[in-house]
T-cell receptor, first 112, second 111 residues
Framework: LAKTTQPISMDSYEGQEVNITCSHNNIATNDYITWYQQFPSQGPRFIIQGYKTKVTNEVASLFIPADRKSSTLSLPRVSLSDTAVYYCLVALTSGNTGKLIFGQGTTLQVKP | NAGVTQTPKFRVLKTGQSMTLLCAQDMNHEYMYWYRQDPGMGLRLIHYSVGEGTTAKGEVPDGYNVSRLKKQNFLLGLESAAPSQTSVYFC??????????FGDGTRLSIL
C-alpha cells in the first residue's frame, strides 16, 4: 500500500485559499487518491477523489501532477467552519484488496 | 436511508469484561471496516471485510475479533477489555471504487 505524508498542521485566515499537499511516492498504477475531512467527535467525511490531472466539485479541487507522486487539495476561500483534520488516502479501489490505511492527517486551523 | 449506524454510542467497561460493538449499513456495501482513534491521533485500521463471511486483519488487530455473518453487519468484539483499548471506534463501509462512509463512532472507556 502506498504510504502518504502530509504536513502535521497548517494555519490560515478566513477568505484565503488553502492548499494541502500529500506525498505518495510509491503510488501504484491502479491507486486512486481520496481526501477526507474530520471534525472533532465525528467520523471522517468524503471530500474529493481523483486519479490524475484535476478534479473539482462544489467544495474543493484536487490537483494531481503527471507522475502522481503527490496531490494537492485546494479549499477556496476558507471559513471558520473549515477548521478540521484533513486526511489523504491512497488505495487500490478495484479488485478485492480492500485494505485502507489512513495517514496522520493535517490539522487546518482557520482564524478570523 | 440511515447510512452507517454504530451501536452503542458510549460504553464504560471494567478491565477484563467483554463486549461487542455493532456496525450496520443499509447501502448494500461489500466492504466494511473497523478503525480506532485515540485522542489527537489518526485512524488505525483494526479489521476489515471484503464481503459477507470474510474478515481480514488491519494494522492493530490484537485483542479484537470480528465477524461478518450478514452483509449489512460487521461486529467488533473485545474478549477481555484492557485500559489500552480505551478509544473512539469508527466503522465504515464502501462499495467497489467508491469512497468510505463512516458512522458517528462509539466512545469506549475501560477502567
Amino acid at each position: 500500500l502506498a504510504k502518504t505524508t502530509q504536513p502535521i498542521s497548517m494555519d490560515s485566515y478566513e477568505g484565503q485559499e488553502v492548499n494541502i499537499t500529500c506525498s505518495h511516492n510509491n503510488i501504484a498504477t491502479n491507486d486512486y487518491i481520496t481526501w477526507y475531512q474530520q471534525f472533532p467527535s465525528q467520523g471522517p467525511r468524503f471530500i474529493i477523489q481523483g486519479y490524475k490531472t484535476k478534479v473539482t466539485n462544489e467544495v474543493a479541487s484536487l490537483f494531481i501532477p503527471a507522475d502522481r507522486k503527490s496531490s494537492t487539495l485546494s479549499l477556496p476561500r476558507v471559513s471558520l467552519s473549515d477548521t478540521a483534520v484533513y486526511y489523504c488516502l491512497v488505495a487500490l479501489t478495484s479488485g478485492n484488496t480492500g485494505k485502507l490505511i489512513f495517514g496522520q492527517g493535517t490539522t487546518l486551523q482557520v482564524k478570523p | 436511508n440511515a447510512g452507517v449506524t454504530q451501536t452503542p454510542k458510549f460504553r464504560v467497561l471494567k478491565t477484563g469484561q467483554s463486549m461487542t460493538l455493532l456496525c450496520a449499513q443499509d447501502m448494500n456495501h461489500e466492504y466494511m471496516y473497523w478503525y480506532r482513534q485515540d485522542p489527537g491521533m489518526g485512524l488505525r485500521l483494526i479489521h476489515y471485510s471484503v464481503g459477507e463471511g470474510t474478515t481480514a486483519k488491519g494494522e492493530v488487530p490484537d485483542g479484537y475479533n470480528v465477524s461478518r455473518l450478514k452483509k449489512q453487519n460487521f461486529l467488533l468484539g473485545l474478549e477481555s477489555a484492557a485500559p489500552s483499548q480505551t478509544s473512539v471506534y469508527f466503522c465504515a463501509s464502501r462499495e467497489t471504487n467508491q469512497p468510505q462512509h463512516f458512522g458517528d463512532g462509539t466512545r469506549l472507556s475501560i477502567l
